[in-house]
């Protein structure tokens, strides 16, 4: 059974930070290109960031440079560092790993940024 578990949400105040972890079971990690995406109240579930199977990074304009993902394959583990938060990234944030075949979503840990 896979299971993509997020923690590390919370309320921060503008312009603080949150680590954000995603430990997967089920999947070979390794092979799995692991992403988060965020949802806010109303809107629609928006892309934030990837770390490919490779290593490789990429992001959304609106965190570029604020955010940070990495991966831990002994730890199958996913992170999203988050500084320099807005309130405008108050938000469920998802945890995602995709393959070829295969695609995977968490539960989500809410995110809540104060003015």
């Known amino acids: 059974q896979v299971q993509l578990v997020e923690s590390g949400g919370g309320l921060v105040q503008a312009g603080g930070s949150l680590r954000l972890s995603c430990a997967a079971s089920g999947i070979i990690f390794s092979i799995n290109n692991m992403g988060w995406y965020r949802q806010a109240p109303g809107k629609q579930r928006e892309y934030v960031a990837v770390?490919?199977?490779?290593?490789?990074?990429n992001y959304a304009d609106s965190v570029k440079g604020r955010f940070t993902i990495s991966r831990d394959n002994a730890k199958n583990t996913v992170y999203l560092q988050m500084n320099s938060l807005k309130p405008e990234d108050t938000a469920v944030y998802f945890c995602n790993a995709y393959n070829s075949l295969r695609n995977y979503w968490g539960q989500g840990t809410q995110v809540t940024v104060s003015s």
């Open positions: 770390v490919f199977s490779s290593g490789s990074t």
